[in-house]
């Protein structure tokens, strides 16, 4: 499984932006998630959405962010409004692809796309 983000760029506060994750493979089913990683900071979590469509979001972008799901086209999305210097960050793709057994449970990635917020 590969997954690949886009839609990164220079945008100024204020400003949106739309992120894409293509996945190579089925996502049906799958909790499909955005995290982000700031330069000398641990990689912490945006916004997730379940196999069934449940969601929630880190609180610092709880409004601003939507996070959404296309099955049929094996793409998750993540919609950037009120952007903030705060948020610049690398922007990471995520599928986690449960098993019945925990101790099988894989997780995959993406080269991350980045998101500068100008002031």
């Known amino acids: 499984v590969q997954l690949q983000a886009s839609g990164g760029g220079l945008v100024q506060a204020g400003g949106s932006l739309r992120l894409s994750c293509a996945v190579s493979?089925?996502?049906?089913?799958?909790?499909m998630g955005w995290y982000r990683q700031a330069p000398g900071k641990e990689r912490d979590l945006v916004a997730r959405i379940s196999g069934i469509g449940s969601i929630n979001y880190a609180d610092s972008v709880k409004g601003r962010f939507t996070i959404s799901r296309e099955n049929a086209k094996n793409m998750v999305y993540l919609q950037m409004n009120s952007l903030k210097p705060e948020d610049t960050a690398l922007y990471y793709c995520h599928l986690h692809r449960a098993a019945l057994s925990p101790k099988y449970d894989m997780d995959y990635w993406g080269k991350g796309t980045l998101v500068t917020v100008s002031s």
């Open positions: 493979g089925n996502i049906f089913g799958h909790d």
